[in-house]
């Protein structure tokens, strides 16, 4: 009856659903969309390793600094993070590095500092390297003990005891968590369209409400998201098949 | 070859090493025996340094093991160090612990390049000639899950062995095998005892003990009860507690 009526009810308007589909104001908002996404994850991943690191390492000190970033990213909404940030200059007109009440080294306003897509990027991976920190710090403890104690035991250097043979190790369950991730934070882009961002949500909502066809529209949205996390969920199943080596499933 | 001397213990309230006194000459085979719990493991692996001793000190070869003197006080040596001292002593686990990741070739060649400096090209060769000779040459290149117990643990014996350690530490390698493969690996620790490696081995075998010991050491409480010869400790106790040990695992 529904892929029925998706063929005949007239309400889906499919001649404007392909109007727009492929059209440039949709790719370019599609490439805001990716954008977006790849800066979110790439930054977050690699401040949520940081995080993580800190929370594993054996100081008590850098284990409550980042106990503490987690704890306050993750209570705020995106949301409002994300208008936060998006008016900081409200806040804070000017920001300087420098010695407290000493000379200043650099000095920036607040608005040039970053423009909304770069407020947009830095709310998004705040957020994200909250979650992405409790992601990777569950991979690194899933792996046995004895693997770090037998790399330990072999004399073989710290950091390799960790990139060569726990990391790896830990990969195997960070992905798929990691790959949920980044799909909902793939969709969860649209949320910027509350700081008129011209990505894909965005700019869907500018066209339907210029022409008043909001169902086609919100389809051409959904095609694309479908389109793109399937794209996501076939490279997730190629990277898991990777770091599966060795193991029995 | 190791010098233990005074070394003591502690995890939390519970001493689990009260003053121990260990010499293993060079080439010689000591098997030490004790009930669970007895501190046996945690001796043996305060050798390497993988338990950080409370009191006593460590030698082998005559150096000081995670520890550097410095006036009359002893510093714990940095991270790197401690490292390097580890690369000299072979360590094998009860659980094997290979690298479930790497291959059973890789597994042998990563300590040597990556802890000692070697090139890789020079101890392939060798990493490929100690497999063949605990006997698993055919299996360089498969992944450590598709071997038996016996095969994995004598992977990881040519593992060890990979960075030419002065000495080579056994922390009771047949207890986590069926009892049809603890033979394929006593049979390698056995051969190696006869090239004149100097080990110690902590184990429940007291046949295999009795056969390439040259000393036993019977540890109970936390302390050596006894050690001598396998014929005098295994065969003629002095002390009650060794005698009650023996009788029960023969």
């Known amino acids: ?249 | 070859m190791i010098d233990v001397k005074g070394v003591h213990k502690s995890f939390g309230d519970l001493e689990v090493l009260k003053g121990i006194d260990l010499d293993v000459p060079a080439g010689a085979v000591t098997v030490i025996l004790g009930p669970s719990g007895s501190g046996k493991s945690t001796l043996l692996r305060s050798i390497n340094h993988l338990e950080k001793v409370d009191r006593g000190l460590v030698r082998i070869d005559g150096e000081l093991i995670g520890y550097k003197r410095r006036g009359n006080k002893l510093h714990e040596l940095r991270e790197r160090e401690i490292l390097r001292q580890r690369s000299q002593v072979g360590f094998v686990f009860q659980t094997f612990n290979l690298f479930g990741h790497l291959t059973v070739l890789q597994n042998v060649v990563e300590a040597p390049v990556s802890a000692q400096g070697r090139k890789r090209s020079e101890v392939e060769p060798y990493a490929r000639e100690l497999l063949e000779r605990v006997g698993v040459g055919d299996k360089a290149d498969v992944y450590p899950r598709q071997l038996s117990g016996g095969q994995q643990q004598r992977v990881a014996i040519a593992r060890a062995l990979a960075l030419k350690p002065k000495v080579l530490l056994f922390d009771e390698p047949t207890s986590a095998l069926d009892p049809e493969l603890v033979g394929e690996v006593l049979d390698v620790i056995k051969e190696l005892a006869r090239d004149g490696a100097t080990m110690v081995v902590v184990t429940h075998e007291i046949g295999f003990a009795r056969e390439i010991a040259d000393t036993v050491v019977f540890i109970d409480g936390g302390r050596i009860v006894e050690s001598g010869p396998p014929r005098e400790v295994l065969d003629n106790p002095v002390h009650e507690r060794t005698r009650a040990f023996i009788s029960k695992v023969l």
């Not at chain 1, 043979?165 to 830990?170: C, G, K, N, S």
């Open chain 1, 1 to 249: 009856m529904f892929v029925h009526g998706l063929a005949t009810n007239p309400g889906w308007d499919w001649p404007t659903f392909f109007q727009f589909f492929a059209t440039r104001t949709i790719f370019s908002a599609l490439w805001v969309t990716v954008q977006l996404t790849v800066y979110g994850t790439v930054l977050g991943f690699v401040l949520g390793a940081v995080l993580a690191s800190m929370r594993l390492s054996s100081s008590p000190f850098l284990q409550v600094v980042a106990w503490g970033y987690i704890w306050a990213f993750r209570s705020i909404p995106l949301i409002v993070q994300l208008l936060f940030w998006f008016n900081i200059a409200y806040l804070y007109k000017e920001l300087s590095i420098g010695v407290p009440f000493g000379p200043e080294f650099v000095h920036f306003s607040t608005n040039n500092l970053f423009g909304p897509l770069g407020a947009a990027v830095l709310g998004l991976a705040l957020h994200q390297a909250a979650y992405a920190a409790e992601i990777i710090r569950g991979g690194i403890i899933s792996v046995d003990a004895g693997q770090l104690e037998a790399a330990a035991a072999l004399g073989i250097p710290r950091i390799r005891q960790f990139f060569r043979i726990v990391l790896p190790q830990a990969m195997r369950s960070i992905l798929p968590n990691g790959a949920n991730e980044v799909i909902s934070l793939f969709k969860g882009t649209s949320i910027v369209s509350v700081m008129a961002i011209p990505e894909l949500f965005y700019q869907v909502q500018v066209i339907y409400g210029r022409n008043s066809r909001v169902v086609p529209l919100l389809m051409v949205a959904t095609v694309w998201y479908i389109v793109l996390t399937t794209l996501l969920s076939i490279v997730q199943y190629y990277v898991e098949r990777r770091f599966a080596r060795g193991t029995a499933r």
